[in-house]
């Protein structure tokens, strides 16, 4: 599973995941109990998508 993290701050914590490592993070979360009280799921926006892509396409 490879992903992101970043710790915002004391309570916010980010993590930048492919949807299947994102699936598999959240039922292994709620399945040990993981202590959250708030999640949010932001998807990439079209900056993130281009800047995806074209890094890509240069790596060829």
Do not use: C, W
């Amino acid at each position: 599973m490879e992903r992101t993290l970043r710790q915002i701050n004391g309570h916010i914590v980010e993590i930048d995941a492919t949807p299947e490592d994102k699936a598999a993070f959240l039922r292994r979360a709620v399945g040990e109990g993981a202590p959250f009280e708030d999640l949010d799921m932001v998807p990439p926006g079209l900056d993130e998508l281009y800047a995806h892509f074209l890094a890509e396409r240069i790596s060829q």
